[in-house]
């Protein structure tokens, strides 16, 4: 079921990964199945399935912030053999740039290891954590939002899959977005690194047919 990194779409996400700190977890997240129950992960409070909305591809999982423009997406890709973690990594962070068509406004600030003891999904032979940004124009606009991104890489050559979990961060509006305007009515908290850091370690495989 792992498809090429150009079926991958825009994602985002912010702050310093590596370290993941697992024993804050928060009431109102909730355990989920993804890709029909194959895998299960802790999403946080005021989460959106985007299928619900929206065909979603195959290798996808996507889900927004019902109050901000704030997202997560999962994909299953394709194994980048011949290169390092880091340079993995780092070429899925460009694959993002350019179906965000952010190609030239996209930087990567840090890739960092992620200590698999403190991960629950197996399988994998390695996790990395980038930080990054990008200048992102909304629903082709062309005002540009500044977009921290954070990801999470999987690497799980066994089956031939880049497991990549991103999270999607919008840190600074243009004031000519449409995104200016949600963002100022600060409807509910935001989703925060913490979140997002829960969700990495609560990733768990549950049938590894999905995989093919």
């Known amino acids: 079921m792992t498809a090429s990194p150009s079926d991958s779409t825009q994602v985002h996400v912010d702050d310093e990964p590596g370290v993941v700190h697992p024993e804050t977890m928060e009431e109102s997240a909730e355990h989920r199945p993804l890709y029909g129950g194959a895998f299960t992960a802790l999403l946080p409070p005021n989460t959106r399935d985007v299928s619900d909305l929206r065909e979603i591809p195959d290798n996808q999982e996507v889900f927004v912030h019902a ?7 999962v994909e299953l890709l394709e194994y980048q053999e011949g290169m390092s973690d880091p ?3 780092r070429y899925h962070f460009e694959d993002v740039a350019a ?4 190609q030239g406004r996209a930087e990567v600030v840090s890739v960092e290891p992620l200590l698999l003891a403190q991960l629950s999904l197996s ?7 980038l930080t990054g940004h990008q200048l992102v124009s909304k629903f082709n606009e062309q005002a540009q939002n500044t977009v921290k991104i954070h990801m999470a890489l999987f690497r799980i050559p066994q089956h031939a899959t880049d497991l990549l979990v991103t999270f999607n961060d919008p840190v600074s509006h243009d004031p000519s977005s449409s995104s200016s305007v949600s963002v100022s ?9 913490d979140d997002f850091h829960r969700l990495l370690c609560s990733f768990q495989l549950q ?6």
């Open 67 to 73: 109050h901000t423009d704030q997202s997560l997406i």
């Open 87 to 89: 340079d993995a990594a």
């Open 99 to 102: 179906s965000n068509e952010a």
């Open 123 to 129: 399988g994998c032979s390695s996790a990395w954590a």
């Open 185 to 193: 009515s600060g409807v509910s908290s935001p989703w925060t690194l």
């Open 207 to 212: 049938d590894p047919g999905v995989f093919g």
